[in-house]
C-alpha cells in the first residue's frame, strides 16, 4: 500500500502560482511513476502530469505545457507540481496517484494508489 496525502491548493486569482506537494508514505515511493490528475465538477479526472520513478522522464498536458513543472524528491518521498499563469479553467480538485510503473502514464484508470485531493480556484 501507498499512502498520498496532497496538500499546497487554495484561492488565488488568475497568473498566480501555487506549488503542490504530495507526501507518500508506506511501499517503497522510488518504485513508482508519479502522476497529477485533476477533476472538474461534472467532468471525468483529466492527466496534468507525470514523471518517472528516477524523475529522468515527464510528460505533460498539452494545456499546461511551458506553466506546470512536476517534480519528485524521492529522498522525502514527495512529489510537486509547481503551477505558474494560473488560468480558470485550472480550477479543479487535484489528485496526485502513483503507478506501478516506470513511466508516467495518461490513463487514470491505470494509477494504483490516489490521494483524497486538493482544491485550487483560480479566479478571473
Known amino acids: 500500500q501507498v499512502q498520498l496525502v496532497e496538500s499546497g491548493g487554495g484561492l488565488v486569482q488568475a497568473g498566480s502560482s501555487l506549488r503542490l506537494s504530495c507526501a507518500a508514505s508506506?511501499?517503497?515511493?522510488?518504485?513508482?511513476?508519479m502522476g497529477w490528475f485533476h477533476q472538474a465538477p461534472g467532468k471525468e479526472r483529466e492527466f496534468v502530469a507525470g514523471?518517472?520513478?528516477?524523475?529522468?522522464?515527464?510528460s505533460y498536458a498539452d494545456s499546461v505545457k511551458g506553466r506546470f513543472t512536476i517534480s519528485r524528491d524521492n529522498a522525502k518521498n514527495t512529489v510537486y507540481l509547481q503551477m505558474n499563469s494560473l488560468k480558470p479553467e485550472d480550477t479543479a480538485v487535484y489528485y496526485c496517484?502513483?503507478?506501478?510503473?516506470?513511466?508516467?502514464?495518461?490513463?487514470?484508470?491505470?494509477?494504483?494508489?490516489w490521494g483524497q485531493g486538493t482544491q485550487v480556484t483560480v479566479s478571473s
Open positions: 496517484a502513483a503507478d506501478d510503473s516506470v513511466w508516467p502514464r495518461r490513463e487514470y484508470r491505470e494509477y494504483d494508489y
Open positions: 508506506g511501499r517503497t515511493f522510488s518504485n513508482y511513476a
Open positions: 514523471i518517472s520513478w528516477r524523475g529522468r522522464s515527464t
